[in-house]
């Protein structure tokens, strides 16, 4: 067997793998309550897209970017400047660490309930993050070319981000 089908079987069995945990924890959590921490969890991680473009492409001390986090992440840059002096070597992926003081402030409540995973695996299939995510790489590519002069607010690049095409 060659090693490209060996690892194309091995991708195919965590794929189900994952299907089938997602599928028995969704049995946690009702279809309506399921729907609207999906929507949730989209905004937060357009949120955080838009923060790793700020941070890649702005640096991490704009004050935009400051603000929007003190905001929407009371604690979060506080954690940080702690995380940044116990890790001195660890290398910073600031959008990386959004996420996990995300999914432990926000939506700690999904794994106490026991459908994080499932969370995690029915919104990663939405269109809506497919939109997101697409934006995020154009935005990427196009200011890697010509670097935007400003930064946009939040909800105007938010509301360009999840618009359907």
Not at 79 to 96: G, I, M, P, V, Y
Not at 114 to 127: M, N, P, S, V
Request: glycine letters at 4%; aromatic letters at 12%; charged letters at 35%.
């Amino acid at each position: 067997m060659k090693k490209a089908d060996q690892f194309q079987e091995a991708e195919n069995a965590l794929g189900a793998r994952s299907r089938h945990k997602a599928e028995a924890e969704r049995k946690c959590v009702s279809g309506d309550r399921l729907a609207r921490a999906i929507a949730e969890f989209i905004e937060w991680r357009t949120f955080a897209y838009w923060v790793r473009l700020a941070a890649e492409k702005k640096g991490k001390e704009s004050s935009c970017l400051e603000t929007a986090l003190r905001d929407r992440c009371p604690g979060f840059l506080e954690q940080l400047t702690e995380h940044r002096n116990s890790q001195t070597a660890a290398r910073e992926f600031l959008w990386l660490q959004l996420i996990e003081w995300i999914d432990s402030h926000i939506f700690d409540y999904t794994k106490v309930e026991g459908w994080q995973h499932a969370l995690g695996y029915y919104a990663t299939r939405d269109e809506r993050l497919d939109r997101v995510r697409a934006y995020w790489m154009k935005c990427d590519e196009e200011w890697e070319r010509q670097p935007s002069p400003i930064l946009p607010e939040y909800e105007i690049w938010r509301r360009a981000a999840l618009q359907p095409s």
